[in-house]
Every structure is written in C-alpha cells, then in structure tokens.
C-alpha cells in the first residue's frame, strides 16, 4: 500500500529562522511527488513537481529535492506570508493520488 | 480565468437526505477528482475521472457516488450520508496523468456537516 509520510506535524520558526520539512514515501512506483501550499479555508496551491532521485527545483524562499525514499522543502529566511500548510503528494504508477497529512508551518515576525 | 467551483460552499444537513455537491472546471481538463480532507488524515482520494463516461475508485469510496457526463462538471453525490461524512470536501482538476500534466488545481472546497 503506498504511504506518504510528512514531518514534523507543526513547525514554528522566527522570521528569517530557515528550516526543512520532511516527507517519506512508499509507494510501488513513482511518476512524480508533488508539493502544495495550502491556507486556512483555501484548496490546496501547487508548488512543485519532482519526478526523479537528484532532481531540485526552487521558487522564492522555497527549495525542494527529491532522493529515493524522501523529499525535502527547505524554507530559507522565512517570512510570516510563508506561513501555511504544506502537503506532500505521491503520484505511483496508476490514476490515483496519495497525499501526506501535511506540516503546518508558523513564521512569526 | 481559469478556475474550479464547487457549490455549496457550506451544507448542513440531515442523516440519510440525499445531497450532491458540484464541480465545474473551466480548464478544459481531461482528469478531475474528488478528496475529503480530516484532522491528522490529511487529503484522501474518494473518485476520479480520467474522461467523460470513465470514473474510477479512489482510497475511500464508500457511501459516495459520481458521473462524468459532461467533461467539465463531475458531480459527488451521496446517497444516504452519515455522520462519518461530515468532512472538508475539495473537487480538483487537471490536464491529465501525463508527465509534466499532472498537476492539480483545487476548487475552494465544501464543508459538509451531517448530523
């Protein structure tokens, strides 16, 4: 069964205090892993799309990687707009879609 | 501009009281689905649809319907809801499950309470 688990739950930074979310994943294939933003009360915004070990790709303040087994977002110096959940996506070798319960994360000014 | 609505926004209703959520993306998109959304559950997939007259079960399908009829509109219907359906709902949609097409545009949700 394909898994997809993110970490830490929650994470509080200081402004400018940079910092890395993690998501692991099991899954019998992989087309692609996916990364998305999502405020309070909102749908879920695309970030990223990563689709094979070694692969970066970067947007302002925000840097994700891809290995074998995991992905990492790194936040480098935060801002409080950077506040939001993250959600971590795997796409395996079929239609569907698995999501991982996400990170919360609070920059405080 | 390119967007995906849901309607309602907001539902409260009564155990066992048919209901039927909408969805209409204006994308032209081939793949279009369903998830809840729960605390510590995070998003989980309940239908999707890779084209009009195809439909297909997500990881949590029980106690829900859909059809694709028409290639913008993809309609969640529950039959007979229960309190264990009370959730956040997203419809989202996409070009399709080719390389570099696959990513999701969400609607704003629905926030369904069955009591």
């Known amino acids: 069964e394909d898994q997809v688990t993110q970490s830490p739950e929650a994470l509080r930074l200081q402004e400018g205090e940079s910092s890395s979310l993690n998501c692991s994943y099991t899954v019998s294939g992989l087309r692609g892993l996916f990364w998305y933003r999502q405020d309070p009360g909102k749908g879920p915004e695309f970030l990223f799309t990563l689709y094979s070990a070694g692969e970066e790709k970067e947007k302002e303040r925000l840097k994700a990687t891809l290995t074998k087994k995991e992905s990492f977002l790194h936040i480098t110096a935060p801002k409080p707009e950077d506040s939001a959940t993250y959600l971590c996506a795997v796409h395996p070798n079929d239609y569907k879609l698995s999501f991982g319960a996400g990170t919360t994360v609070t920059v405080r000014a | 501009e390119a967007q995906v609505t849901q309607n309602p926004r907001y539902l409260i209703t009564v155990t066992g009281k048919k209901l039927t959520v909408t969805c209409s993306q204006n994308?032209?998109?081939?793949?279009m689905s369903w998830y809840r959304q729960d605390p510590g559950l995070g998003l989980r997939q309940i239908y999707y649809?890779?084209?009009?007259?195809?439909?297909d079960k997500g990881d949590v399908p029980e106690g829900y319907k859909v059809s694709r009829k028409e290639k913008r509109n993809f309609p969640l219907i529950l039959e007979s809801p229960s309190p264990n359906q009370t959730s956040l709902y997203f419809c989202?949609?996409?070009?399709?499950?080719?390389?570099?097409?696959?990513?999701?545009?969400f609607g704003p949700g629905t926030r369904l309470t069955v009591t």
């Open positions: 989202a949609s996409s070009w399709g499950v080719a390389k570099t097409s696959y990513e999701q545009y």
């Open positions: 649809s890779m084209n009009v007259e195809v439909t």
């Open positions: 994308m032209n998109h081939e793949y």
